[in-house]
């Protein structure tokens, strides 16, 4: 349970910054270089090579190095414990709004009486 929700954690906290999103859906169109990625987000080198750690961390991406060039490209993580969680929550939600729904329903007709 412990590693499922640090997994959990790993997963949302990188996906909670929004230049880590853009590095992925970049990334879904093919791999590209931190230098690149550096580029097209406007940083420094420095900044996304943080930003790509905390990813790889994740699962999210993995990186090679080949000569001077480290290249990134998505990782083996495809999100499934992480869709599941959220369809949980929403469930429960769900249920939440529905009981609230059924009350409010209830309260209308004691009224209408």
Excluded: N
């Excluded at 590095?23 to 690149?36: F, M, P, T």
């Excluded at 930003?51 to 961390?57: F, N, R, S, T």
């Amino acid at each position: 349970m412990v590693q499922h929700q640090a997994r959990l954690d790993a997963t949302f906290g990188a996906l909670a910054d929004g230049t880590r999103r853009g590095v992925l859906e970049r990334l879904g169109r093919g791999e590209a270089s931190i230098s690149e990625l550096a580029e097209r987000f406007d940083m420094t080198l420095t900044g996304m090579k943080k930003h790509v750690h905390v990813l790889e961390e994740a699962g999210l991406v993995t990186t090679e190095k080949q000569g001077r060039v480290r290249t990134c490209r998505l990782g083996p993580r495809r999100l499934e414990e992480e869709a599941a969680w959220i369809d949980g929550y929403r469930r429960m939600l769900e249920a939440r709004l529905d009981r609230l729904g059924e009350f409010l329903a209830h309260e209308k007709k004691g009224e209408d009486t």
